[in-house]
């Protein structure tokens, strides 16, 4: 099983639509969650870290549950610019930070 | 932007040669990683660093070593290039390790012929 496992998408959605992707982890020991944002042919970019009680920036929310061990990410009212590939970050073994394949985003006027 | 460079950007080598490629900060973090990332498997850690001359493995880390003989450089060599190894390598950078968010360079796309 792969430590940290995404689905690959893509997901193709219109403008304005709300869209939801899923991470699961395998470490339960795993502190440290984040969602990284990489666009085509460009390095990752941290979108946002992942707290325990849920965190909020703008469109984006990010939640985490333990006991099921997996990460989400929505995003509210979809953009053109939002069209990327999502990528799940969970810590490793010490120092390490151990990423998903990515999730591939869409959206379409 | 973190102050984090890679040299070279592009590179074609031939297959058997060395190959090192350079990751250069100048954010004075401890820690340094490098990724290669190909097409369905994301981006997998092949060494990195906790400090000068403190380097350990990753996942994928047979049929490269690294070196780390000052804080704000950390090279990556290939020691006899392979098709295999034909790949786009990223290199990161922070500041207290896995807590923290990590910084890319642009990546280096290497391919062996």
């Known amino acids: 099983r792969k430590e940290v496992e995404q689905d690959p998408g893509p997901f193709n959605v219109p403008e304005g639509a709300t869209v939801a992707f899923n991470c699961t982890y395998s470490?339960?020991?795993?502190?440290?969650f984040f969602w990284y944002r990489q666009d085509c042919r460009k390095e990752p970019k941290l979108l946002m870290s992942?707290?325990?009680s849920g965190n909020e920036d703008g469109r984006f929310t990010a939640q985490l549950n333990r006991a099921s061990q997996y990460i989400s990410l929505l995003i509210r009212d979809s953009k053109l610019s939002d069209s990327a590939t999502y990528l799940c970050?969970?810590?490793?073994?010490?120092?390490?930070?151990?990423f998903g394949t990515g999730t591939r985003l869409q959206v379409f006027p | 932007d973190a102050g984090i460079t890679q040299s070279p950007r592009h590179k074609v080598t031939e297959t058997g040669t060395p190959v090192t490629l350079r990751c250069h900060q100048t954010?004075?973090?401890?820690?340094m990683y490098w990724y290669r990332q190909d097409p369905g498997h994301g981006l997998r850690l092949i060494h990195y660093?906790?400090?000068?001359?403190?380097?350990d493995k990753g996942e994928v880390s047979d049929g490269y070593s690294v070196s780390r003989s000052k804080t704000e450089d950390f090279l990556l060599t290939l020691e006899s290039a392979t098709s295999s190894q034909t790949s786009v390598y990223f290199c990161?950078?922070?500041?207290?390790?896995?807590?923290?968010?990590?910084?890319f360079g642009q990546g280096t796309r290497l391919t062996v012929v």
């Open positions: 990161a950078i922070s500041d207290r390790g896995i807590s923290t968010e990590a910084f």
């Open positions: 470490n339960s020991a795993s502190q440290s």
């Open positions: 992942v707290y325990s």
């Open positions: 970050v969970v810590e490793g073994d010490t120092d390490k930070l151990i």
């Open positions: 954010e004075n973090h401890r820690y």
């Open positions: 660093s906790y400090g000068v001359k403190d380097t």
